[in-house]
C-alpha cells in the first residue's frame, strides 16, 4: 500500500471515496468539495440520526463512494480501527483498489495529535489480509495506493511519519499470521529455523541449534519434547544489538510447537485440529524481533525460539519420564500434553544469561486460559504490578486485550514433585490451570523482572475477533511493541 497525505482534496483519480460523515451532520463543502457534497446528499437519509451503518453508493464517474457515520467526538482507538476493519472487508471484494480517505480528524476539526487516522488505516490492514497460498483460484486483493486528505500541515506531516511505520508493522503482522496459518507439514521445526537464519544480517544475529547442540548445551527439556518427531527439535536465538554500547538488554520468549498432537496423552478430536497454531507465540517473537529491526529501534534484544514437534511415537517421551532441565532442577511428566511449559523452560533459564531488564514470554499455554478470558483476551502474568498496569493500559489502545491473571504463592506447592524436582502438572487438575503452569514457568526466570502472556485464546480464533480477524491472528505484535517503545525508549 503506498500513502500519500494531501491538504487539498482535487480531482482524485481514486476508484474508492472514503469518507466519515458525523450522525445526523452534513460534512462541509470546504473539506469534501462541491461534487462529493451533493453526492453526499442523494444518499443520506434527511434524518436527524444518520445511517447507522456504512452507506455505498456509485458516483457517475464509477467512483465508489463509501460513507463512513462516526459520533461528533472522539471515541476510542477501537471504534477508528473496527471501522477501517469494515472497509478493507468491503474493498477486498474487489480485486485492487484506489483510495481516498478524509481524514477523521478534519471531519471532527480535532486539532490535537490524537490518531484516529492511523487507528483507522490499522483496522484498513487488518481487514484487507487474506491467506491464499494454497488456493488455486482467487483474487489477489491490494489497496495499491491510499491517499489521505488532511485538513492541516501539521496533521499531514503527523500521518507521513505514522503511515510509513504502519507499513512496517503490518509487513511483520502479516508475516506472524502467516505463519500461524501455514499447515504443520509446511512449517516443521526446520524449516521454521532456517527461515529466521536465512534473515541474518549485520545487527541482527540469528544462532540455530541443532539437536546435537540442544544436547551439548543440555537444553535437555527442548530436545526431549521434540525427539519423538521426525521433525527434529531446534532452538533459534535471534540477538538484535540496535543500542551497542549500552549492556542494557531485553529478553523474549516464544512458544515453538509447530504441532502438539498431546503426545502420548493425544489430545481428541476438536482439539486437535487447530494445533498447528501452537507456535503462534514464537511466530509473534520472530515478528516482533523483526519489526523492532526494521524500525532500528534503538535497543538491544535477545529473543530464544524453541521450535518442535509434539508427536505420538516409540521415540516420545513419556509419562513416567523424569527429565534434566537446562537449569538443573528435574521434572516428573505427568503428562506429555503439558509440553509447552517444558520447552519454555529451557529457553526461560537461556533468557536469563545476559542478564536482561525483563524477560517476557509468549505462548499458547493453557486451554483453561481459553476458559477463563475467551479467544478475544490473552492471560496476563508479571512479578511486578508496575509493568503489568502499563502493558493493560497499552493493550486497551492498540484493541490486543489482555487480562491479569495471579501467581498465588500459595499454588506453587503445586508444581513441586516428589520423585523429582518439579511435576508437569498439578495433582489438582483442572484447578487454576493457567496459575499452575505460569507458577511453573517462574521456577525458571530466577530473580529477572517477567511477564507472561498465555494467547492460547486470542493466538487464533475461529470466531472472527472484531480487529484482527479470523484464525492467525497475529496477537501480540502490535502490544509488544507499543509496551517495548513506551517502557524502554525515551520519547
Ligand atoms: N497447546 C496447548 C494449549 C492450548 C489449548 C492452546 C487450546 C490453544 C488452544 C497446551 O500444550 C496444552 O495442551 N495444555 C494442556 C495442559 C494440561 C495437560 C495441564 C491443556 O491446556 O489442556
Ligand atoms: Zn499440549
Ligand atoms: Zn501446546
Redesign the pocket.
Known amino acids: 500500500m503506498n500513502l500519500n497525505i494531501f491538504t487539498k482534496l482535487s480531482d482524485t483519480a481514486a476508484n474508492t471515496l472514503i469518507i466519515p460523515v458525523i450522525k445526523g451532520e452534513r460534512p462541509s463543502k470546504h473539506v469534501i468539495g462541491a461534487k462529493i457534497a451533493t453526492a453526499i446528499e442523494n444518499i443520506l437519509p434527511s434524518n436527524k440520526e444518520g445511517k447507522p451503518e456504512i452507506a455505498q453508493a456509485y458516483l457517475q464517474n464509477g467512483q465508489h463512494l463509501l460513507l463512513i457515520p462516526i459520533e461528533n467526538t472522539v471515541q476510542p482507538y477501537r471504534t477508528y480501527m473496527k471501522l477501517g476493519k469494515k472497509i478493507g472487508e468491503i474493498l477486498k471484494k474487489k480485486s485492487k483498489s484506489t483510495c481516498t480517505l478524509i481524514a477523521f480528524e478534519s471531519i471532527l476539526k480535532e486539532k490535537k495529535e490524537v490518531n484516529l487516522t492511523t487507528s483507522f488505516i490499522e483496522g484498513l490492514y487488518f481487514g484487507s489480509y487474506q491467506f491464499n497460498n494454497y488456493k488455486k483460484d482467487h483474487t489477489e486483493f491490494e489497496i495499491t495506493h491510499l491517499e489521505i486528505i488532511a485538513s492541516s500541515v501539521k496533521l499531514k506531516t503527523q500521518l507521513e511519519d505514522k503511515s510509513a511505520v504502519l507499513k512496517t508493522i503490518f509487513n511483520n503482522v502479516f508475516l506472524a499470521k502467516d505463519l500461524v496459518n501455514t499447515p504443520p507439514a509446511d512449517l516443521t521445526p526446520e524449516v521454521f529455523a532456517k527461515m529466521i537464519k536465512a534473515d541474518q544480517k549485520t545487527n541482527f544475529h540469528v544462532e540455530i541449534l541443532d539437536e546435537h547442540a540442544l544436547i551439548e548445551n543440555d537444553l535437555n527439556l527442548i530436545y526431549t519434547v521434540g525427539k519423538g518427531s521426525e521433525n527434529r527439535p531446534y532452538l533459534a536465538k535471534i540477538s538484535y544489538q540496535g543500542n551497542p554500547h549500552s549492556d542494557r538488554n531485553i529478553a523474549l520468549v516464544g512458544?515453538g510447537?509447530t504441532f502438539?498432537s498431546g503426545g502420548t496423552n493425544l489430545k481428541p478430536s476438536g482439539s486437535i485440529e487447530t494445533?498447528k497454531m501452537?507456535m503462534a507465540g514464537a511466530a509473534t517473537i520472530y515478528a516482533l524481533a523483526k519489526l523492532i529491526r526494521d524500525l532500528q529501534l534503538p535497543i538491544n534484544v535477545h529473543t530464544y525460539l524453541p521450535l518442535v514437534e509434539?508427536t505420538i511415537g516409540t521415540t516420545a517421551y513419556r509419562p513416567g519420564d523424569i527429565l534434566m532441565s537446562a537449569a538443573g532442577k528435574t521434572i516428573e511428566i505427568f503428562n506429555t500434553?503439558a509440553?509447552?511449559r517444558l520447552i519454555l523452560a529451557d529457553a526461560l533459564h537461556e533468557a536469563t544469561k545476559t542478564d536482561p531488564e525483563i524477560i517476557i514470554d509468549v505462548a499458547?499455554?493453557t486451554g483453561a486460559c481459553v476458559v477463563a478470558l475467551g479467544s478475544f483476551c490473552a492471560g496476563l502474568f508479571a512479578t511486578d504490578t508496575e509493568h503489568l498496569h502499563k502493558m493493560m493500559s497499552i493493550s486497551k489502545d492498540v484493541f490486543e486485550d489482555v487480562w491479569p491473571l495471579p501467581l498465588f504463592e500459595e499454588y506453587a506447592s503445586r508444581t513441586k514433585g516428589s520423585n523429582a524436582d518439579l511435576r508437569n502438572i498439578a495433582k489438582q487438575k483442572g484447578d487454576a490451570g493457567s496459575t499452575v503452569a505460569a507458577l511453573f514457568l517462574k521456577e525458571f526466570v530466577g530473580d529477572i523482572p517477567w511477564m507472561h502472556l498465555d494467547i492460547a485464546g486470542p493466538a487464533y480464533t475461529s470466531e472472527p475477533h472484531p480487529l484482527l480477524g479470523t484464525e492467525g491472528t497475529g496477537f501480540g505484535v502490535r502490544l509488544l511493541l507499543n509496551f517495548i517503545t513506551s517502557e524502554f525508549i525515551d520519547n
Open positions: 512458544k510447537v502438539d494445533m501452537d509434539n500434553d509440553e509447552g499458547t499455554l
